[in-house]
């Protein structure tokens, strides 16, 4: 296993842990913590990685305060925002979408900037009763990015997705609950246990049926109704020669909780 400094990755029972572990920074995304997620999300990608489950957060009293400033003012004279996006934030944001593997985040705190892209980018988002969320781009002149401009619209809608990102606010965990941002919102001295038992539960879950439903909702956006009702059915027929589904089917027949083991 990798030996990371800037996050820390913990793999037991085919649940995944990534955590920021930059605290005194707020998780904030400089270059060598990218480049750390991108080798921990393909070690977690792996074909023998044994990983069904990844849950990410972040350590301290934040989730992730997005880019980290003082790399970005430290190279202002000869940065290129753009290429910065494309050769150190796209590479792990791909590597996390490719993933055949639910994928929830525990947002504790702040999640501003690409941190709140990463957190939108879980399957399943719960948020700490602090959390706060902020599109905070538009606060220093830029535009958003790292995925925001795709993931929020959808989430949220069109009009509340441009609000925050043109107003720039902090938006609640109850408000981010209320407008269907997160899935639920949990105590803070709370977020972790539940998180973890939630990953738990997936990790022990139907992993094929899982990476079936990520890629039917990722496609679902650009195709027609028929073109989804045959991918539905294409999926489907996948899914039902799975062993996963032939256990989970005499499960019920037989009346007892089913075993499924990600095959």
């Known amino acids: ?79 290129d925002a753009g ?4 050769d150190s934030y796209h590479p792990f944001l791909l590597e996390l979408a490719a993933l055949e593997i639910p994928v929830i985040s525990a947002v504790n705190g702040v999640a501003a900037g690409a941190g709140m892209s990463l957190a939108i980018s879980a399957d399943i988002v719960l948020a700490g009763k602090s959390a706060y969320f902020l599109q905070a781009f538009v606060n220093i002149g830029l535009v958003p990015d790292a995925g925001s401009t795709f ?24 408000k981010a609950l209320d407008w269907g941002l997160v899935y639920d919102v949990i105590e803070d001295d709370s977020l972790l ?21 990520r890629a039917l909702m990722r496609d679902s956006a650009d195709n027609s109704y028929s073109e989804q009702l045959q991918a539905e059915a294409m999926v489907q027929r996948l899914a039902s020669r799975t062993e996963d589904s032939i256990e989970g089917v005499m499960a019920f027949v037989q009346k007892r909780p089913a075993v499924f083991k990600g095959k």
């Open 151 to 174: 993931l929020l619209p959808r989430l949220i809608g069109t009009s509340r997705a441009r609000a925050m990102m043109m107003l720039g606010e902090k938006l609640s965990a109850d």
């Open 193 to 213: 246990e539940v998180a973890t038992a939630l990953g738990r539960k997936m990790a022990a879950g139907p992993t094929k049926a899982y990476a079936g439903i």
């Open 83 to 86: 290429a910065n996006l494309i």
């Open 1 to 79: 296993m990798a030996d990371f400094k800037t996050i820390t990755l913990d793999i037991d029972d085919g649940l995944a842990v990534l955590t920021l572990n930059c605290p005194d920074r707020l998780n904030a995304l400089n270059a060598q913590m990218k480049a750390e997620l991108r080798d921990a999300l393909r070690q977690i990608g792996g074909p023998y990685s044994g990983v069904r489950a990844l849950l990410i957060t972040g350590a301290g009293r934040g989730f992730c305060a997005g880019a980290d400033l003082s790399e970005s003012m430290a190279a202002a004279d000869t940065r």
